[in-house]
């Protein structure tokens, strides 16, 4: 099989539930997200898939997560930062998520919601593989079993 593999860029902020470390404290990264899909075949113009195809489905997914502050949907932080609006006088971008918000969370749901993203959009690729590079030397690796 052959894959294609694009990379997207957000700066995101996040903390970490249940965590006796500083990553328990409000804080930033500057995410890079790395997506691999497969196809069993090419298409009739030899591609796995247009990158563009992949690139949206990409942003549908990832852009909630640019200049954001994702927390755990039970964080009390949470009820704190809607309250209040950004300088510019709109909603803060707060994005909850079920789980507990590392690297390995990240790249699983993205992988998860990328692949419903492509379903939607009639493509036959298959996201296999996703990292989730936290830091310049940091990433977690999500793969299809």
Same mark, same amino acid.
């Given at each position: 099989?052959?894959?294609v593999?694009?990379?997207?860029?957000?700066?995101?902020?996040?903390?970490l539930? @249940?965590?006796?470390?500083r990553?328990?404290?409000?804080?930033?990264?500057?995410?890079?997200?790395?997506?691999t899909a497969?196809?069993?075949?090419l298409?009739? @113009?030899?591609?796995?898939?247009?990158?563009?195809?992949?690139?949206?489905?990409?942003?549908?997914?990832?852009?909630q997560?640019?200049?954001?502050?994702?927390?755990?949907?039970?964080d009390?932080?949470?009820?704190?930062?809607?309250?209040?609006?950004?300088?510019n006088?709109?909603?803060?971008?707060v994005?909850?998520?079920?789980?507990?918000?590392?690297?390995?969370?990240?790249?699983?749901?993205?992988?998860r919601?990328?692949q419903?993203?492509?379903?939607?959009?009639?493509?036959?690729?298959?996201?296999?593989?996703?990292?989730?590079?936290?830091?310049?030397?940091?990433?977690?690796?999500?793969?299809?079993?």
């Amino acid at each position: 099989m052959q894959s294609v593999t694009k990379q997207m860029r957000t700066e995101t902020g996040h903390r970490l539930t @249940n965590y006796d470390g500083r990553c328990s404290h409000l804080h930033g990264h500057s995410y890079l997200w790395e997506v691999t899909a497969q196809a069993a075949q090419l298409t009739p @113009n030899g591609m796995v898939m247009d990158f563009k195809v992949l690139k949206q489905a990409m942003h549908q997914v990832l852009d909630q997560f640019d200049h954001a502050m994702v927390l755990c949907a039970n964080d009390p932080c949470s009820v704190g930062l809607f309250s209040m609006a950004a300088t510019n006088g709109k909603p803060q971008r707060v994005l909850l998520l079920s789980g507990n918000l590392t690297a390995e969370y990240f790249a699983q749901y993205a992988a998860r919601e990328i692949q419903a993203v492509l379903d939607g959009m009639q493509s036959k690729a298959t996201v296999t593989h996703v990292r989730v590079w936290e830091t310049a030397t940091s990433y977690a690796d999500w793969r299809i079993e």
